[in-house]
């Protein structure tokens, strides 16, 4: 069965860091491309990165460019996304997802 579950989230404070965590059942992560989507309050959803298979490329966002990564564990299987320099308007709900399968998400929170 294919499966993502998401896990990292958080309240972090503006300018801090957090890391997101995506573990992947039923398929390798390296078959596929995937991104890591958010869902936010009045802003609807949009992907904030992306990992291209087979060649690893790499695209963001322009709001998280340079703030974020996107990176793949191949052993653990899993996809991950380094968050520097938070902002308030990173606030929301983050999703991995494969193309035709997406996990619960976790809710990520920047506040003072």
């Known amino acids: 069965q294919v499966q993502l579950v998401e896990s990292g989230g958080g309240t972090v404070r503006p300018g801090g860091s957090l890391t997101l965590y995506c573990a992947a059942s039923g398929f390798a992560v390296s078959d596929y491309s995937i991104t890591w989507d958010r869902r936010a309050p009045g802003d609807g959803e949009g992907t904030m990165a992306s990992m291209i298979t087979p060649n690893r490329y790499t695209r963001y966002a322009d709001s998280v460019k340079g703030r974020f990564t996107i990176s793949r564990d191949n052993a653990k299987n899993m996809i991950l996304l380094q968050m520097n320099n938070v902002k308030p308007e990173d606030t929301g709900v983050y999703f991995c997802?494969?193309?035709?399968?997406w996990g619960q998400g976790t809710e990520v929170t920047v506040s003072t």
């Open positions: 997802n494969q193309g035709t399968t």
